[in-house]
């Protein structure tokens, strides 16, 4: 039924959102935050992962079913970890760029389709990767 009169819609800033974590599983603050299979994950080496973006603070459900704490994730530009050994460069920018671990991107999918897509390479420099996560 279409609104009859005004109405206070709620908002969230469209950077933030809270998903909850995989059974068994922490996730640091500071690191990628994966959705695997609708709950969140620490990035990892794996296909079929969805990049949410940063988690904004530890969630620890070592001990927790599926969805029995939440995370706080932010998209953006995050500087993170560049792979040793596929590691991107200036002629990423602009480009996906793949998770290996939850700190750590490449420049490929240097393993034949073993990683999932963690965002858009901003920009590169000698410490690191600036990674955009939409």
């Not at 059974?23 to 695997?36: C, F, K, M």
């Not at 079913?65 to 596929?86: C, E, H, P, Q």
């Not at 240097?110 to 939409?134: I, L, M, R, Y």
Request: charged share 20%; proline share 2%.
């Amino acid at each position: 039924m279409a609104a009859a009169g005004p109405r206070n819609t709620i908002t969230r800033q469209g950077e933030d959102r809270e998903i909850g974590v995989k059974a068994a599983t922490r996730i640091w603050q500071g690191t990628i935050a994966v959705n695997d299979a609708g709950v969140a994950a620490p990035g990892r080496t794996a296909t079929g992962l969805v990049a949410l973006g940063v988690a904004q603070e530890t969630a620890d459900n070592s001990a927790g079913a599926a969805n029995a704490i939440r995370v706080k994730v932010r998209r953006g530009t995050f500087y993170l970890k560049n792979s040793s050994g596929d590691p991107v460069t200036a002629a990423s920018i602009g480009k996906d760029v793949f998770i290996v671990d939850d700190e750590t991107v490449s420049a490929t999918n240097a393993g034949g389709n073993t990683q999932s897509v963690a965002g858009k390479c901003h920009d590169v420099d000698a410490g690191g990767v600036w990674v955009t996560f939409g």
